[in-house]
């Protein structure tokens, strides 16, 4: 390991800014609540507990406002469908049916009785089961199931029903490489799926199937009602026997439509320019939950913030298409339940952590009736707001052309960002000093970074450390057409909207240019390394569990992402060029800067050799680096222990890159941005 050397000279101005926030009041917060379920008069959900090892709880919340563990320790609910992992759970009757991480088995459980959870499928360790779904009338649970032949080299995935009494099984339909969304008509008659194959991500173009359900209880010969090549359709669910809900977005943004079951056109009902649905990571991902009165409760937004609303397609005239039922978030997780009364979500703001939020839907006699209540907040010590920044979503105008010289995509598109200054409740930036700023990228590259309360990005910014998050192109939130900005660019444009970022903060005097660090984690380690050794903008990189080798990787990751590169930055071996002009671990002799670099080694997403590939260049060309590896984790942070250890390292490594503030030289105020060190293709 070649260190990262100390800054000779004063401590850095930001290092005397002590905080409240500690790595140990970020690791005690739990995270994101899951899956959410309306059960009778309960509300369930599943979330995550650092303190015990990582495991995911399904707990529910009484009427009276009880909170409590439905599964007992030692019972984890995931599952590595797509090794992200797919729907996990689903109340079934008076119990609970879910996916057992320790063996990937499918259990029983009634949390009632003092019985422990009983297996329904047999010990096999190549089989995993997700995306579950238990169909009305029928004593069975439906989910994805993904086989393993070969190690990870052969996948072959099929919609199945396990009796939840014999756990007997069937395969129900077997049509696409990959499938997910099963459900059954109202009827019984038919059910639907959604399905896609290589080399196609969900959200460049999937299939809504629908086939009529054999007595036998398989699926017959099915039509495609929906999607396509250049279609994404992400959700769907029965709206009555003859038509279904979908979201898709045939005119660029994902929008809801009805879909006739067998013939006829989808039809549009809402408006284009936002989202109501986002990239398929997780099967069993809800934007939408329908009413049984032929409407439906939506999530919809931009990057810049999320409502719910409740739609109703077939208003009469002079009654709103759709009502805000302003909840008290400004984005949600991608699960939603809904029945004729109410509806529960879990969503965040800038004031308020991931939490579950329940709301009575209104009614004739109320039509301003809301009774949002927050049921769950995770269970972190409180923190004064004095202590969180208060961000704000930019949109910074792209030069033209890009920083790599490179004619610009979209030319009329911003770069989507948004900043969180130092904010500390008894102290500010000195005068005429420009505070040290990271940028934090986030993975995908088909995702995003909401802006919402974040106790990460509020412990550097309670330390005098400015954040933005880069939501560059190719990120969700913003429709297709920024989406595929990245198509065959992954490596520049991604790159070129951080250099915008940052040049933007130093023209309007916010950034010290010498004191600008990027860190991201899978494929935004990849562009967080990709900056630092193809321009000259950053003063250091921190990549998590990031992609150094797009080779490699490319030829050796899971099957779900296998031919994601293909569109990215093009199929081997004809862009082959493309692929080492591109990579970060290839121009590792002209990093900019030092990085850090961290890895759990369980990770079967990213391989932990991708970060020693990179820590083996930089210490051939003599760089300084650190390299950690923490053994137990795998594609991100769990454990408490290992999200205190992955911060102590971060902040000791900004406090040694950074060093005091440089002096501007006379007449320039310091605003001189670094330049991209070469065109890149």
């Not at 339940?337 to 979500?345: F, G, I, P, S, W």
Request: net charge negative.
């Amino acid at each position: 390991m070649n260190p990262v050397p100390p800054t000779p000279g004063t401590p850095p101005a930001f290092h005397a800014w002590n905080s409240d926030i500690t790595a140990s009041a970020v690791a005690r917060q739990d995270g994101t609540p899951g899956w959410v379920s309306l059960v009778g008069d309960d509300v369930w959900w599943d979330e995550p507990r650092p303190h015990e090892a990582g495991r995911r709880c399904v707990v529910r919340a009484k009427p009276d406002g009880r909170v409590e563990d439905v599964l007992p320790p030692g019972f984890d609910a995931r599952n590595s469908l797509h090794e992200y992992g797919g729907r996990s759970w689903r109340p079934a009757g008076a119990g609970l049916v879910f996916t057992h991480w320790d063996d990937q088995r499918l259990y029983l459980h009634h949390p009632d009785a003092q019985d422990l959870p009983r297996p329904l499928t047999p010990p096999r360790g190549n089989v995993t089961y997700g995306d579950l779904y238990v169909p009305p009338s029928r004593d069975e649970v439906w989910a994805v199931r993904e086989t393993r032949r070969d190690g990870v080299c052969y996948v072959e995935r099929a919609l199945v029903a396990v009796s939840l009494d014999t756990g007997a099984e069937r395969t129900v339909a077997a049509t696409h490489h990959f499938m997910t969304c099963p459900r059954l008509s109202p009827d019984g008659r038919h059910l639907s799926w959604i399905g896609w194959n290589h080399p196609d991500m969900p959200w460049d173009g999937t299939e809504l199937c629908v086939a009529p359900l054999r007595q036998d209880g398989t699926a017959g010969a099915h039509r495609v009602r929906a999607g396509g090549p250049r279609e994404s359709v992400v959700q769907a669910e029965w709206r009555d026997p003859h038509n279904l809900w979908a979201v898709t977005d045939p005119d660029g943004w994902w929008t809801l439509h009805v879909v006739p079951a067998h013939t006829g056109p989808a039809r549009a009902v809402t408006r284009t320019g936002e989202e109501f649905g986002g990239a398929l990571w997780k099967p069993g991902a809800t934007w939408f939950a329908p009413l049984p009165d032929g409407r439906a409760v939506a999530v919809h937004g931009t990057g810049a913030g999320r409502r719910v609303s409740l739609v109703a397609p077939d208003a009469s005239p002079g009654t709103p298409l759709m009502t805000d039922l302003g909840l008290p978030c400004t984005d949600f997780v991608p699960s939603i339940d809904a029945d004729a009364h109410r509806l529960v979500t879990a969503g965040a703001s800038t004031l308020l952590p991931y939490s579950v939020v329940t709301a009575a839907l209104p009614r004739p006699d109320a039509p301003d009736a809301r009774d949002a209540r927050i049921l769950s907040t995770p269970r972190t010590l409180p923190v004064d707001p004095a202590w969180l920044p208060r961000p704000t979503a930019r949109a910074f105008p792209r030069p033209a052309p890009t920083p790599s010289g490179e004619a610009p995509r979209s030319p009329d598109a911003p770069v989507h960002a948004h900043t969180y200054p130092p904010t500390h409740p008894r102290r500010v930036t000195p005068d005429g000093e420009r505070p040290p700023w990271v940028l934090f990228i986030h993975g995908g590259p088909t995702g995003d970074h909401p802006m919402v309360y974040d106790l990460e990005i509020a412990y550097f910014t309670s330390r005098g450390i400015g954040v933005a998050t880069v939501d560059y192109g190719g990120s969700v939130g913003y429709g297709r057409a920024y989406r595929e900005r990245l198509n065959g660019a992954w490596g520049v444009v991604d790159v070129d909207d951080c250099v915008t970022v940052a040049h933007a903060l130093v023209r309007e005097g916010l950034a010290d240019p010498r004191r600008i660090a990027i860190r991201g984690g899978s494929a935004g380690g990849w562009t967080a390394l990709a900056a630092l050794t193809h321009t000259d903008v950053f003063a250091g990189a921190v990549s998590f569990y990031g992609i150094t080798d797009p080779v490699t990787w490319a030829t050796t990751t899971h099957d779900f992402e296998s031919r994601y590169l293909d569109g990215l930055i093009g199929p081997l071996p004809a862009s082959a060029a493309l692929y080492e002009q591109r990579s970060p671990v290839l121009a590792a002799s002209h990093a900019s800067g030092p990085a850090l670099l961290l890895h759990g080694l369980d990770d079967a997403i990213v391989a932990p050799a991708q970060s020693s590939a990179m820590a083996r260049a930089l210490r051939e060309a003599g760089l300084p680096h650190e390299h950690v590896e923490f053994p137990g984790e795998r594609h991100g942070w769990r454990r408490a222990e290992t999200i205190r250890a992955a911060l102590d390292a971060e902040i000791r490594f900004y406090e040694r890159i950074f060093g005091p503030p440089d002096e501007p030289e006379p007449g320039t105020a310091g605003t001189t941005p670094p330049t991209v060190r070469a065109p890149r293709s």
